[in-house]
């Protein structure tokens, strides 16, 4: 036999025991491994609308959506009909195409504070680009993120606080020298004191401040509108941009993104530049930048900040992104969602409530969080201290029950247009049937 042929039937336990041989930790990217969880990753060997079965055949009901992209479910047919007729009229070009100006269009139709965008393949590239063109745009070196909020892993980024107030970051991954996060600067998340007095010290050197307005990296905590608020004051009286980052909330929790939550909290709000992934490509490799014309125009080839890829804009991935765009458009789509999300999280609390245990629930759109502990977290100091052995029970209870939840308290949960009154009741059941254990 070729010796490249695989068994026939493998178990996860199997799979994940051989992908270990040839990729670190089996996995792609680290999160994907369930050491926050403990156990055995599930091998996934397809999808359909709610649902993903794995190697061995069992069906989960699916709440992670790939990390935010699925929000119509898993192989939605007017989306899977794009993508194959793109496929059909070639993969990738390299040159530009009427559908990369399409998806642009539709993007800045729906974000008012989006005159021009730039499409890349991930969401680390587009995080990464805004910061270089926020730093090309001000002619300023520093910026400022919050504990807890991920942006991708460019090494200026992979960073955390340092031992006091306006100083200077840690990296937080080997192979980042500290000279390259000298200019990062962290505080925390919806502490106002602390952006005033960062501001205070360093107002003039400040080209970003850059944020996940709802924070999907500590599970789900909102930007408090005062802070977001006061941010935007601050930004404006030093000349620093504000760069939102919606890789997560962008055309998730709303048609208008975040930004448009806000924009009904503080009028005439918007960030400066924005930052989006996941459902714009709607499962293919895709995500953007964006902002005024004139800010973009300081982009190759207008302008000095450099920046390019050769699969950006890719035909088969913008295909995607359109179709998924189009489809979340229709009137009604973020209602509908919007409800369902409530209905799941409304039933956890009610199953967590009767079974008397600590459990506080949020939501906006089809993305939500939940946390084993009496009061919505604030910050990431707040999010860690919450009960992680419980949660870790929650998870795999849910797991064993066919309800795919995200294998860390850390990370938010999405519901898609696909899933029905009966996979949240079901999914409901599952939890209220682990909480009784505890
Ligand atoms: N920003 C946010 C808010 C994210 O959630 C993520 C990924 N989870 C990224 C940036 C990085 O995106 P990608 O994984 O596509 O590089």
Not at 9 to 30: C, D, H, K, M, W
Not at 141 to 161: M, N, R
């Amino acid at each position: 036999p070729c010796p490249l042929e695989a068994p026939a039937v493998s178990t996860n336990a199997q799979l994940f025991e051989r992908a270990q041989r040839s990729i670190p930790g089996g996995v792609n990217s680290p999160v994907r491994a369930f050491r926050a969880v403990g156990g055995t990753p599930r091998f996934i060997s397809r999808a359909e609308g709610a649902y993903m079965w794995d190697a061995e055949g069992t069906r989960y009901i699916d709440y992670i959506g790939s990390w935010g992209p699925m929000i119509l479910g898993h192989g939605h047919p007017a989306v899977l009909e794009a993508v194959l007729s793109a496929a059909r009229e070639g993969f990738s070009f390299g040159a530009p195409t009427e559908r990369e100006v399409e998806l642009a269009e539709a993007i800045i139709e729906r974000v008012p504070s989006i005159e021009q965008v730039r499409l890349v393949s991930s969401g680390t590239e587009a995080g990464m680009s805004a910061i270089r063109l926020a730093r090309g745009y001000t002619g300023r070196s520093k910026i400022i993120k919050f504990e807890g909020c991920y942006h991708g892993h460019a090494d200026a980024l992979l960073v955390k606080a340092g031992s006091g107030l306006a100083t200077f970051g840690h990296p937080t991954s080997a192979g980042v020298p500290p000279e390259v996060v000298q200019h990062t600067l962290v505080l925390e998340y919806n502490n106002v004191e602390q952006i005033e007095a960062a501001f205070a010290a360093h107002g003039a050197d400040i080209a970003c401040v850059m944020i996940e307005p709802i924070a999907g990296n500590m599970n789900f905590v909102r930007a408090a509108v005062p802070f977001v608020k006061r941010i935007r004051e601050l930004c404006d009286q030093h000349g620093a941009l504000f760069v939102f980052d919606e890789v997560m909330t962008g055309f998730r929790v709303a048609l208008g993104s975040a930004q448009s939550v806000y924009a009904q909290a503080i009028p005439g709000f918007t960030p400066d530049i924005s930052v989006f992934g996941k459902v714009i490509g709607g499962g293919m490799p895709l995500a953007a930048f964006g902002t005024s014309r004139r800010v973009m125009e300081k982009l190759a080839p207008l302008g000095p900040v450099y920046q390019a890829g050769t699969l950006s804009g890719n035909p088969v991935a913008t295909a995607c992104g359109l179709a998924t765009l189009r489809e979340i458009s229709r009137p009604g789509f973020y209602e509908a969602l919007g409800a369902r999300t409530r209905t799941l999280v409304q039933g956890l609390q009610a199953a967590a409530d009767a079974a008397g245990v600590p459990f506080v629930v949020d939501s906006e759109g089809g993305m939500f969080g939940f946390f084993f502990t009496s009061t919505l977290p604030q910050n990431y100091t707040q999010v860690m201290a919450t009960d992680q052995a419980r949660f870790n029970r929650f998870f795999h209870g849910l797991l064993d029950r066919g309800v795919y939840l995200a294998p860390a308290l850390y990370e938010a949960g999405f519901v898609s247009a696909a899933h029905t009154e009966a996979d949240i009741a079901a999914t409901v059941a599952a939890a209220a049937d682990v909480l009784r254990a505890e």
